[in-house]
Structure formats: C-alpha cells, structure tokens
C-alpha cells in the first residue's frame, strides 16, 4: 500500500489536522513531544510502516491510531443498559 493510502474515516484529533493517510499517521507520530512517546507509540509506527510497504494490514493500524490519538474507548460502559421487553398477549385494541 502506498504512503496515500486512506483509512475509512479521517481521524480527527483534539488539535491539528485530521488523520486521513498513512503518512499523515507517521507524521502525528513523529510530531508528539518526547513525553507522549513510548514503546507502544514505536511499534504503532513501525506499523504504520509496515503497511504503507505492504507488509501490513490497514484497518487494524486505523484501529491503532484511533486508540492513540483518542485513548481507549470503554464501548461497554457507554453502551445504554438493556431494557427488559414486554410482551403482551391478548386481543389487539
């Protein structure tokens, strides 16, 4: 995959510019100060590499910069809790 590949959606951090292609990836990662990088951020990196020369899959490294540039979404505890249904038997009104 070339470096202008694009994820489904743009992703859109806090500040800057949105995140549409791989080299707009490696570019936000190259651009955080030392404090915000680490190990993960690397290998986030190398990731986006790997699949920008096509040794590497494209939607989980989307998945990947989604979780750096957002954090973690807890899906579970945003999720509304499920309502028991009511069914009701009997001659319609």
Same mark, same amino acid.
Request: aromatic share 4%.
């Given at each position: 995959?070339?470096?202008?590949?694009?994820f489904?959606?743009?992703?859109?951090?806090?500040?800057?510019?949105?995140?549409?292609?791989?080299?707009?990836?490696?570019?936000?990662?190259?651009?955080?100060?030392?404090?915000?990088?680490?190990?993960?951020?690397?290998? &986030? @990196?190398? $990731?986006? =590499?790997?699949? +920008?020369?096509?040794s590497?899959p494209? #939607?989980?490294?989307?998945?990947?910069?989604?979780?750096?540039?957002?954090?973690? &979404? @807890?899906? $579970?505890? =945003?999720?509304? +809790?499920?309502?028991?249904?009511?069914? #009701?038997?009997?001659?319609?009104?």
């Amino acid at each position: 995959m070339p470096w202008n590949s694009r994820f489904i959606k743009p992703i859109v951090p806090a500040k800057g510019r949105p995140i549409a292609t791989l080299k707009d990836a490696l570019d936000y990662i190259s651009a955080l100060p030392p404090s915000e990088q680490s190990a993960i951020t690397q290998e &986030i @990196a190398d $990731a986006v =590499e790997m699949a +920008a020369r096509g040794s590497g899959p494209l #939607r989980p490294t989307e998945a990947c910069m989604v979780r750096l540039v957002h954090g973690p &979404i @807890a899906i $579970a505890d =945003e999720a509304p +809790a499920e309502q028991p249904v009511t069914v #009701r038997r009997g001659r319609p009104s």
